[in-house]
């Protein structure tokens, strides 16, 4: 089944403690993006990756970092979380080429909390 | 920047039809979409428009472009309690990556 999937789903951390949110999408999507959700913001795109060991920022990349070292994985780093990164997380991803809608396939999110 | 713009909240009576709009701004885009997020799930994507179409239905779906407007609205005829979402408008720019913006999302709630 093709799918887009992210770990953890839920988290409760506290300030200053690094932690990882992994992406892994199993339809050879060379482009990958994360974003956040809040509430009467939308969607807004953090960092993404046009493919391995091609990533750029997005619209709010302060405070993320990203790597992407093989295809299929696009894990996404806080080194130092803080309570405004409080948020719900998607990771999404999207083949390339001129045949294609552009149509994203998202994970199922990942509700993060910062004490 | 490109900003993507909608109302934040729709109640509607079942079996009624609903109207979702959107306005953007980017004269650029390629593609504009209609996702759709229902609790605790990420977005699907429901339809999409080229911006070259002015309409496209898709059954009980019906997506209209005015592009000199830059608006966008989703009908929904027959609106069922299975419609209660969340739908993001989205438009695609013509740039080297493709980006996408989304909207604020608007909360479609259906009333039995």
């Known amino acids: 089944e093709a799918q887009v999937t992210q770990n953890p789903r839920y988290l409760i951390t506290v300030t200053g403690k690094k932690l990882t949110v992994t992406c892994s999408q199993n339809?050879?999507?060379?482009?990958m993006s994360w974003y956040r959700q809040d509430p009467g913001l939308g969607l807004r795109q953090i960092y993404y990756?046009?493919?391995?060991?091609?990533?750029d920022k997005g619209d709010v990349p302060e405070g993320y970092k990203v790597s992407r070292k093989e295809k299929r994985n696009f894990p996404l780093i806080l080194e130092s979380p803080s309570p405004n990164q409080t948020s719900l997380y998607f990771c999404?991803?999207?083949?390339?080429?001129?045949?294609?809608?552009?149509?994203?396939?998202f994970g199922e999110g990942s509700r993060l909390t910062v004490l | 920047g490109e900003d993507v713009e909608q109302s934040l909240f729709l109640s509607v009576r079942e079996g009624d039809s609903s109207v979702i709009n959107c306005t953007y701004t980017d004269s650029s885009s390629t593609y504009l979409y209609w996702y759709k997020q229902e609790p605790g799930a990420g977005l699907q994507l429901l339809t999409y428009i080229f911006s070259n179409m002015d309409m496209k239905q898709d059954q009980r779906l019906t997506v209209l472009l005015n592009k000199k407007d830059k608006h966008l609205s989703l009908r929904i005829a027959d609106t069922q309690t299975g419609d209660s979402a969340i739908y993001f408008c989205?438009?695609?720019?013509?740039?080297?990556?493709?980006?996408?913006?989304f909207g604020t999302g608007t909360k479609l709630q259906v009333i039995p």
């Open positions: 999404a991803s999207r083949g390339q080429g001129i045949v294609t809608s552009g149509e994203l396939f």
């Open positions: 989205a438009e695609m720019d013509s740039g080297g990556y493709q980006k996408v913006t």
């Open positions: 990756s046009m493919n391995v060991e091609a990533t």
């Open positions: 339809m050879n999507h060379e482009y």
